[in-house]
């Protein structure tokens, strides 16, 4: 990825382009997302409405993905 800035001319956004891609990370798989995503999506719902305190939702979404 550095070497493709390399050939950017325009300082500025090379700058800007330069620190965005320095804390740049890859997107986990598809399948991941699919998995695990619903899992963080009402874990996350439950503790904003208030129906569940964050140390339990996470442990409740630590207890789903482990299942085999």
Do not use: C, F, H
């Not at 001319?9 to 965005?20: G, K, N, T």
């Amino acid at each position: 990825k550095a070497a493709a800035l390399l050939s950017w001319q325009e300082l500025e956004s090379y700058q800007a382009l330069e620190q965005v891609s320095s804390s740049a990370q890859l997107m986990p798989s598809n399948d991941l997302v699919s998995t695990i995503g619903p899992i963080l999506e009402q874990a996350v719902v439950s503790v904003i409405t208030a129906q569940r305190d964050p140390r339990s939702a996470a442990q409740t979404v630590i207890d789903q993905i482990n299942q085999p």
